[in-house]
């Protein structure tokens, strides 16, 4: 069956930097847009980044622009998101996410499948 592992989240401080991964299985991956979504407590699981499937295209939130990259590299089955100049209001649990399409889509219902997510934290 398909799987989304996702890894790399912790705690860090005001400013630094994470980067975490997303190792998909069970599934064509070069075929599916992935995606980035956070959630942080009472608050709705929002849109942060998304890459096609070639990895020429990527989207953003923009509350994440100039700050965070996402990237694939199809040959491991693995998406990333660089996470730099991270602020207390970043923390929230990360999770990766898989749509079969070949266009962006940033609405968290279009996605398939889902990992379990990965905490981060960011202390001021």
């Known amino acids: 069956q398909v799987q989304l592992v996702e890894s790399g989240g912790g705690l860090v401080q005001t400013g630094d930097s994470l980067r975490l991964s997303c190792a998909a299985s069970g599934l064509t991956f070069s075929s599916y847009v992935m995606g980035w979504f956070r959630q942080a407590p009472g608050k709705e699981r929002e849109f942060v980044a998304a890459i096609r499937r070639s990895g020429g295209n990527t989207d953003y939130a923009d509350f994440v622009k100039g700050r965070f990259t996402i990237s694939r590299d199809n040959a491991k089955n693995t998406v990333y998101l660089q996470m730099n100049n991270l602020n207390p209001e970043d923390t929230a649990v990360y999770y990766c996410?898989?749509?079969?399409?070949?266009?962006?889509?940033?609405?968290?219902?279009?996605?398939?499948?889902w990992g379990q997510g990965t905490q981060v934290t960011v202390s001021s």
């Open positions: 996410a898989a749509r079969l399409s070949t266009i962006i889509i940033t609405g968290r219902s279009d996605y398939s499948y």
